[in-house]
Each structure stands twice: as structure tokens, then as C-alpha cells.
């Protein structure tokens, strides 16, 4: 029979000595970048502030929001968004993300 270690007693993984600790920083973003990061988060208020008609409004005027907006848009939007805050599930989702916005409305 064989014998199975736990984790608990096997035995520590040497790092390097000589391998720089990995860093948890995230490197400087370029200029272009912060550029367009802060047009993103004013579009985001500017939004925000939009949807609010909809937050307070008639179940009737949401009701016009998902006849303008299909629910695909919506939803790839709100995937794109969390997946940004992640990068591990950003890199799973872009390989099967090929959808495009549509530009139809009412």
C-alpha cells in the first residue's frame, strides 16, 4: 500500500533566494490609459445619474428602458464591467466574448 502525505506534513516548497518576491503592485498605467479610465467613470456618473429616472420611476417607464435596450446589451455591458475588476476572470471571458452592441433602437 502506498502512503499518502497530508498537506499539513508535506514538506515546504523552497523559493529562490535569489527570485525577487513577487509584487502585488500593479504596474503605472500610461498616460492614454488614466486618460481613458476617467472618461469611463465620468460616463459611469453621467449614467448613474441618468438611471436614476428609471430607479425612481413607474414600473411603465422601466418597461420602456428594456424595449430600447436589449437585454443582451445590458448584460454584456454588466459582464465587461465585473470582468474588468478581475484579471484572472477578465482572460477567461474575453476568449468568449465576440458579441457586438447593436446599434438598433426604437
Not at 508535506?10 to 498616460?31: I, K, N, Q, T, Y
Not at 460616463?43 to 436589449?70: C, H, V
Not at 465587461?80 to 482572460?91: K, M, N, S, W
Request: overall charge neutral.
Amino acid at each position: 500500500a502506498t502512503s499518502r502525505r497530508s498537506k499539513a506534513t508535506a514538506p515546504a516548497r523552497r523559493r529562490d533566494s535569489a527570485a525577487p518576491p513577487p509584487s502585488h503592485e500593479a504596474p503605472e498605467p500610461s498616460g492614454d490609459a488614466l486618460a481613458h479610465a476617467r472618461e469611463v467613470r465620468l460616463r459611469i456618473q453621467e449614467l448613474t445619474n441618468i438611471l436614476e429616472f428609471f430607479k425612481r420611476g413607474s414600473t411603465r417607464d422601466r418597461d420602456a428602458l428594456r424595449r430600447t435596450i436589449p437585454g443582451r446589451d445590458m448584460g454584456y455591458l454588466t459582464s465587461l464591467l465585473r470582468a474588468l475588476y478581475d484579471e484572472d476572470q477578465f482572460e477567461a471571458w474575453i476568449l468568449f466574448s465576440d458579441y457586438e452592441m447593436g446599434d438598433e433602437g426604437p
